[in-house]
Nanobody, 124 residues
Framework: QVQLVESGGGLVQVGGSLRLSCVAS????????MGWFRQAPGKEREFVAS????????VLADSVNGRFTISRDNAKNTVYLQMNSLKPEDTAVYYC???WGMGLTSRRQDYPYWGQGTQVTVSS
C-alpha cells in the first residue's frame, strides 16, 4: 500500500506560480511512476503530468505543456508539480497518483493509489 499526501495548493492571481508537493510513504517510492491529475467543479478528473521512476521520462498534457513541470526526488519520496503562468482554467483540485512500475501513462484507471487532493484557485 502507498499513502500519498499533497500540499502547496492555494489562491494565486493569473500569471502567478505555485509548486505542489506530494509525499509518498509505505513502499519503495522509486519503484513507482507518479502522476498529477486535476478535477474542476462539474468536470471529470483529467491528466496533467506523469514522471517515470527514473526521472528521465515525463509526459505533460497539452493544456499545461510549457507552463508546468513535473519532477521527483526519490531520496525525499516526493514528487513536485511546478505550475507557472497560471490561468483561471487551471482552477481545480489537484491529485497525486502512483502506479507500480516504470511505464508512463495518462490513464486515470492505471493508477491505483491516490492522495486526497489540494485546491488550486487562480483568480482573474
Amino acid at each position: 500500500q502507498v499513502q500519498l499526501v499533497e500540499s502547496g495548493g492555494g489562491l494565486v492571481q493569473v500569471g502567478g506560480s505555485l509548486r505542489l508537493s506530494c509525499v509518498a510513504s509505505g513502499r519503495t517510492f522509486s519503484n513507482y511512476a507518479m502522476g498529477w491529475f486535476r478535477q474542476a467543479p462539474g468536470k471529470e478528473r483529467e491528466f496533467v503530468a506523469s514522471i517515470a521512476w527514473d526521472t528521465d521520462s515525463t509526459v505533460l498534457a497539452d493544456s499545461v505543456n510549457g507552463r508546468f513541470t513535473i519532477s521527483r526526488d526519490n531520496a525525499k519520496n516526493t514528487v513536485y508539480l511546478q505550475m507557472n503562468s497560471l490561468k483561471p482554467e487551471d482552477t481545480a483540485v489537484y491529485y497525486c497518483a502512483a502506479k507500480w512500475g516504470m511505464g508512463l501513462t495518462s490513464r486515470r484507471q492505471d493508477y491505483p493509489y491516490w492522495g486526497q487532493g489540494t485546491q488550486v484557485t487562480v483568480s482573474s
